[in-house]
């Protein structure tokens, strides 16, 4: 690991104005995905601003009847909180399903958000990796590919995001609130928040420099069924070959999002409106700019198949 410097603010504004000042820190909470990539020297970040002393552990509901989550929040405390267990129970399931209890004690809402590819290539320094290097190359295209992404990625990168966390929130349209340097604050659409990787895929979100993440916000509760469920290689915490993260309602209608697919949750307004039709019409609407490679072709029919089983679940 590098040498770096650290400190501690106790305030938004001073975190926001740090980072702004220094394009080479970073944010660290739990920092149980910053930590491991600076001992890999993936991230090399020159100045830790820890930001564990500003708040932002709160969970609470908003005027409008949805809850505000904040950036500071454990995952365990966010999945064990009664309201989202209650009311939102497709994050508490994507939550548990995501990490061991361990994990979960450190993990923050912000940084699960934040967390980076597993692309064995990305973390492997002695491959060409784009989002690690730009403009070195991809080794994924052309080589081994089959935990990668089979649509919305590009010839410069066919990494997937990781989080089951970001899957719940995509399905259940969440919004994340945050703050800039110069005190100004914005709401972004989490349909907008993670970028498609182009030609630019060490870029992953739409945050600015030094903009710091306050909060998560939901919408009021939709009721309807929430199921997430995670297909993977083996039964303890891996990342998932294929997740759906689904909310049903009683008439077949819904809303759901894809993970192990693509650079960011995946979801589609025709594969929503093509729910009621079942499993297959709505996965074809979902994947329907699909481009996998031989090895991850078996993902457009996995995708259909793990669907199928959450709509016969929402059936009972």
């Given at each position: 690991?590098?040498?770096?410097t650290c400190e501690r603010v106790s305030t938004v504004e001073a975190a926001a104005k740090a980072a702004a000042a220094n394009p080479e820190a970073k944010f660290i909470a739990g920092g149980?995905?910053?930590?491991?990539?600076?001992?890999?020297?993936?991230?090399?970040?020159?100045?830790?601003?820890?930001?564990?002393?500003?708040?932002?552990?709160?969970?609470?509901?908003?005027?409008?009847?949805?809850?505000?989550?904040?950036?500071?929040?454990?995952?365990?405390?966010?999945?064990?909180?009664?309201?989202?267990?209650?009311?939102?129970?497709?994050?508490?399931?994507?939550?548990?399903?995501?990490?061991?209890?361990?994990?979960?004690?450190?993990?923050?809402?912000?940084?699960?958000?934040?967390?980076?590819?597993?692309?064995?290539?990305?973390?492997?320094?002695?491959?060409?990796?784009?989002?690690?290097?730009?403009?070195?190359?991809?080794?994924?295209?052309?080589?081994?590919?089959?935990?990668?992404?089979?649509?919305?990625?590009?010839?410069?990168?066919?990494?997937?995001?990781?989080?089951?966390?970001?899957?719940?929130?995509?399905?259940?349209?969440?919004?994340?609130?945050?703050?800039?340097?110069?005190?100004?604050?914005?709401?972004?659409?989490?349909?907008?928040?993670?970028?498609?990787?182009?030609?630019?895929?060490?870029?992953?979100?739409?945050?600015?420099?030094?903009?710091?993440?306050?909060?998560?916000?939901l919408p009021p509760p939709i009721g309807g069924k929430h199921i997430y469920r995670k297909v993977r290689d083996r039964a303890s915490y891996a990342f998932a070959l294929v997740s759906i993260?689904?909310?049903?309602?009683?008439?077949?209608?819904?809303?759901?999002?894809?993970?192990?697919?693509?650079?960011?949750?995946?979801?589609?307004?025709?594969?929503?409106?093509?729910?009621?039709?079942?499993?297959?019409?709505?996965?074809?609407?979902?994947?329907?700019?699909?481009?996998?490679?031989?090895?991850?072709?078996?993902?457009?029919?996995?995708?259909?198949?793990?669907?199928?089983?959450?709509?016969?679940?929402?059936?009972?």
């Amino acid at each position: 690991m590098r040498a770096f410097t650290c400190e501690r603010v106790s305030t938004v504004e001073a975190a926001a104005k740090a980072a702004a000042a220094n394009p080479e820190a970073k944010f660290i909470a739990g920092g149980t995905n910053l930590l491991d990539l600076m001992k890999l020297e993936i991230e090399r970040p020159t100045h830790l601003i820890d930001v564990n002393g500003v708040g932002l552990d709160k969970v609470e509901a908003t005027p409008n009847g949805g809850l505000r989550i904040g950036a500071l929040v454990r995952n365990t405390d966010l999945a064990s909180h009664e309201t989202v267990r209650r009311d939102y129970g497709l994050l508490t399931r994507a939550l548990v399903a995501g990490a061991s209890g361990q994990l979960r004690n450190k993990a923050t809402t912000a940084g699960n958000l934040l967390q980076r590819t597993r692309c064995p290539y990305f973390y492997d320094t002695n491959q060409p990796c784009n989002k690690r290097q730009p403009g070195s190359g991809c080794s994924a295209i052309g080589g081994f590919s089959r935990q990668h992404a089979v649509v919305g990625s590009s010839d410069s990168c066919i990494a997937t995001h990781p989080s089951d966390m970001a899957i719940a929130l995509r399905a259940l349209d969440a919004t994340v609130e945050t703050v800039k340097a110069d005190g100004s604050t914005r709401s972004i659409p989490i349909a907008d928040f993670h970028r498609l990787p182009g030609d630019t895929p060490h870029i992953e979100t739409t945050l600015e420099q030094g903009e710091f993440i306050t909060a998560v916000a939901l919408p009021p509760p939709i009721g309807g069924k929430h199921i997430y469920r995670k297909v993977r290689d083996r039964a303890s915490y891996a990342f998932a070959l294929v997740s759906i993260g689904a909310v049903i309602q009683p008439d077949g209608t819904g809303q759901f999002a894809v993970g192990g697919v693509a650079h960011k949750p995946w979801r589609t307004p025709p594969g929503d409106e093509k729910l009621k039709d079942g499993a297959r019409a709505a996965a074809s609407e979902a994947l329907a700019e699909a481009r996998p490679t031989e090895q991850n072709r078996f993902k457009i029919d996995l995708v259909e198949r793990t669907l199928g089983a959450v709509i016969a679940e929402a059936r009972g």
